[in-house]
Structures are given as C-alpha cells and as structure tokens.
C-alpha cells in the first residue's frame, strides 16, 4: 500500500503537529509533551487529541499517553516496542518488567510468551494495550531489588536483573512447564557460568519465599559451590522449619538445607 499523504488526511494543525512529532522521532505522546512542542490552548489540544484518536494516529495507553503512529504507517500504524509502556503507568518507578518476559529477554528458553508482566507495588490488572497483553502483578516492596535499569529509544526501562531473574524463574515457573523444568534452565546457566554466583546468593538470600531459597542452595551446593561462598544462604534457613518440596516427609534429612531429600526434591 502506498503511503498516504497526511496533508489532504489531516487538517493544516493536525499535520504540522504529525509532522513535529514524526521529526521528533517520537513513539510515546503525552499530553505534557504536546503542550511543550505545540502553543494550544486547553481546548484546542483537547479537540485535536480527539482527531488525531480517531483517525487512528493516536492510541490510547492511559489518560493523558498516547502511542503515536503517523498515516505513513499504514493502516496497520507503527510497532510500539513493548517495554515502553510500563514506565507510563509508574511515575514513582516502583515496577520492574520480569517473569517471563525476561526470561526471553536473556534467552533463558526458547519459548516465546505474549504476556508482559510489570511487577508493582501498587497496581493488579490486565489489559491489552496496542495489541500487547499486559499483566500487572502487585508485590511487596521487599521483592522490589535486583534491578537494572536499560535505556529504550530515550526511556528508562526498569528490568530485572539476569540474578533476580533466575530466582524468579524458580519462584514463578508455571510458563516454563513448572519447576521440573525450570531447574535444569536454572542449573545450566550456573554450570556455564554465564551469571554472577556470588549477585545470585545474595539476591537470593534477601528472597523472602523460604522454598526458593532452599532450592537455590541444594541446587547451588550439589554444583559444588563452596561454603564460604554459600555461607550467607545457609544462614538465612538455618532457623527456618523443616521442609519437603513435595509434601511427603519420607526422605533423608539434609540438616544444612534443612529439607527432606527424596525424588523429586527440586
């Protein structure tokens, strides 16, 4: 399909503001963006946002964001990347984009996932934004560590860690096909070295899920990690209760992990 001309599209306005925005490169619009390009007044802003929606070169996010996509980009519009949408809805920062998504992010499996999970400590829903299916998962500010921030097209994305991801792949495995699978992604990783063992510990010693911290710690020790590296972890469960990873207390007592060892112990 040829590209349309936006000039006989839109009306004189409209087209210098596409054409503003499409200089600018951008891809996210907020209304704080378009009162700094553009001298309209409330109400006028008001109507041309109105047009510009309806013609389909603005999609809504949230009140006041917009995803931009000028009429060359046909009727199908422009590709948003998908990690820029959470940091509109988190002014205060107070999110991470992890779970699965990162676990494609550092090519943990080769299994694609379509949900964009945005960690939080203030908001639960799902929606479906641009086409992308988004899931807000709220959780304790003492799960809120482990984090890097990288940069996407000007935003400041915060993501988790390759550390924290790994604890999360082993507390949240369901996409994988559940923890039997999650440990042995887990495991190779660690064997090839291709994490920070010692960021790991500690990342995981602050976990507040005590399950994942002893599967951590059997995994790691049966790797052959040293005690002096492991020191912190084993501290962390030594005054915790006596667990068993699949509910039955047949097994053998390991006193370090303080978990019962039988065939599925991980």
């Known amino acids: 399909m040829a590209p349309k001309n936006t000039s006989k599209t839109l009306g004189p306005i409209e ?6 925005l499409t200089y600018e ?23 041309i946002v109105f047009r510009l929606k309806r013609k389909k070169i603005l999609t809504p996010v949230k009140r006041g964001a917009y995803v931009f996509s000028p009429l060359e980009s046909g009727p199908e519009g422009t590709g948003v990347d998908e990690l820029l949408i ?7 920062k107070n999110y991470y984009i992890g779970y699965s998504t990162m676990f494609n992010y550092y090519n943990f499996t080769e299994q694609l996932f379509q949900t964009v999970y945005v960690l939080n400590t203030t908001m639960r829903m799902e929606r479906v934004i641009c086409g992308i299916s988004y899931k807000f ?12 921030t990288i940069k996407v097209k000007d935003t400041h994305v915060n993501i988790s860690s390759k550390e924290r991801t790994l604890i ?16 042995p992604i887990f495991t190779e990783i660690v064997k090839k070295k291709k ?8 990342y995981a010693t602050r976990f507040p899920n005590i399950t994942t911290r002893k599967r951590i710690g059997l995994i790691l020790d049966e790797l ?10 084993i501290k962390s469960v030594k005054e915790t209760a006596v667990s068993s990873f699949t509910g039955s207390r047949k097994g053998k007592l390991n006193k370090k992990w303080r978990i019962i060892i039988n065939d599925s112990r991980k």
Do not use: H, W
């Not at 999360?168 to 440990?183: H, M």
């Open 224 to 233: 052959g990690t040293a005690n002096s590296i492991l020191r912190p972890l």
């Open 25 to 47: 490169k951008k891809t996210i619009v907020t209304i704080k963006d378009l009162d700094q390009l553009f001298k309209l007044s409330p109400e006028s802003r008001k109507q």
């Open 195 to 202: 994490c920070d063992i010692k960021k790991l510990i500690e």
């Open 137 to 148: 998962v709220r959780i304790p500010e003492n799960r809120m560590y482990g984090l890097e």
């Open 168 to 183: 999360d792949l082993l507390y949240f495995n369901k996409p994988v096909g559940g923890i039997e699978r999650a440990v």
């Open 86 to 92: 959470p940091p509109l809805f988190f002014p205060q």
């Open 15 to 20: 087209t210098n503001i596409v054409a503003r």
